[in-house]
């Protein structure tokens, strides 16, 4: 079992940045790659970054490139997803997923998954 804590969200402008932390506890976190997903009012659960056991590999789509920077430490088992240039169209809450699949996007293919954290861009 992995128990996964998002902490980073709130409110912000359009333009600004945000840094979104998950925390990880349980079994050995440097077993799984992690992943960041998110879902808007509505709307399905959207991919938006993943990285590898190591962290030398990350997978975003097109419309994340440039904008958002995933991260890991594995020595203090936390996952980061650092958000620039933030649009009200990013407004959603998100979460941090673990899967033992190499950086996939399929949302089924994440075993652990956190309650998510609110982040909310105004115009």
């Known amino acids: 079992q992995v128990q996964l804590v998002e902490s980073g969200g709130g409110l912000v402008q359009a333009g600004d940045s945000l840094r979104l932390s998950c925390a990880a506890s349980?079994?050995?976190?440097?077993?799984?790659?992690m992943g960041w997903f998110r879902q808007a009012p509505g709307k399905g659960r959207e991919f938006v970054a993943a990285?590898?056991?190591?962290?030398?590999?990350?997978y975003y789509p097109n419309s994340m490139k440039g904008r958002f920077t995933i991260s890991r430490d594995n020595a203090k088992n936390m996952v980061y997803l650092q958000m620039n240039s933030l649009k009200p169209e990013d407004t959603a809450i998100y979460y941090c997923?673990?899967?033992?699949?190499?950086?996939?996007?399929?949302?089924?293919?994440?075993?652990?998954w956190g309650q998510g954290t609110q982040v909310t861009v105004s115009s």
């Open positions: 349980g079994r050995t976190f440097s077993n799984y790659a």
């Open positions: 990285i590898s056991w190591s962290g030398g590999r990350t």
């Open positions: 997923a673990a899967t033992t699949t190499y950086l996939t996007i399929v949302p089924t293919s994440y075993v652990y």
